[in-house]
């Protein structure tokens, strides 16, 4: 059973930074690539950013480019987040999900339950 | 980066159909078959319904079905159920390797 698992949001100030974490297990890691969608509040979903399976290529959304590095560590079956100067409308729900394919995301078919970053002085 | 565009709204009675509609451009939904749909109640993790436009995972109900046309898909509800009721997103991957979102249409079972 394929299973996804995220940590790391919390409560974080303007302007400061959060690393989230995704423990992924029931498939073979490095053969999907990931992504990363988030939800604010009352808003809908919202891709974030997409990782291949062997991790070499990246992509992000414009919202988030330059501030958010997405990463993955194949050797623990888990994926990342960073989130570097954080603003107000980075505030949401962010899940993590597996994609169908190795190098890019055109489906997400599983998904994590999700981990709240509040974004607030 | 622009979200494909649905409405916010639906809604119908049980046994009725329902259909929701997914805009988009050229160079999303119009590109490729690469069109999914996902339900997605409150507080849960979102689910995938569809994908490649019309293609059921194992255990989604075939009253569940999807289409496309040139740079719109449809999603189609048959035999509405009250558990029917939720957010439906569409998604399309996109000419510049990313996927996109809809903004999200709210089902009523009235």
């Known amino acids: 059973e394929v299973q996804l698992l995220e940590s790391g949001g919390g409560l974080v100030q303007p302007g400061g930074s959060l690393r989230l974490s995704c423990a992924a297990s029931g498939f073979t890691f490095s053969s999907y690539a990931m992504s990363w969608v988030r939800q604010a509040p009352g808003k809908g979903l919202q891709w974030v950013s997409t990782?291949?399976?062997?991790?070499?290529?990246?992509y992000y959304a414009d919202s988030v480019k330059g501030r958010f590095t997405i990463s993955r560590d194949n050797s623990k079956n888990t994926l990342y987040l960073q989130m570097n100067s954080l603003r107000d409308e980075d505030t949401a729900v962010y899940y993590c999900?597996?994609?169908?394919?190795?190098?890019?995301?055109?489906?997400?078919?599983?998904w994590g339950q999700g981990t709240l970053v509040t974004v607030s002085s | 980066q622009s979200a494909l565009t649905q409405p916010a709204s639906v809604s119908g009675s049980p046994g009725q159909s329902i259909t929701i509609s997914c805009t988009g451009t050229s160079s999303d939904v119009g590109a490729y078959n690469y069109v999914s749909w996902y339900q997605h109640h409150p507080g849960k993790a979102p689910k995938l319904m569809l994908y490649?436009?019309?293609n059921r995972p194992s255990g989604v109900s075939n009253r569940f079905s999807g289409s496309k046309s040139g740079n719109t898909a449809s999603l189609t509800i048959s035999g509405l159920q009250a558990e029917d009721e939720a957010d439906y997103y569409c998604?399309?991957?996109?000419?510049?390797?990313?996927?996109?979102f809809g903004g999200g249409t709210k089902l009523t079972v009235l």
């Open positions: 999900a597996k994609g169908f394919e190795v190098a890019v995301v055109t489906a997400l078919e599983h």
């Open positions: 490649e436009v019309s």
């Open positions: 990782i291949s399976g062997t991790g070499g290529s990246t």
């Open positions: 998604n399309s991957y996109t000419t510049s390797n990313t996927v996109v």
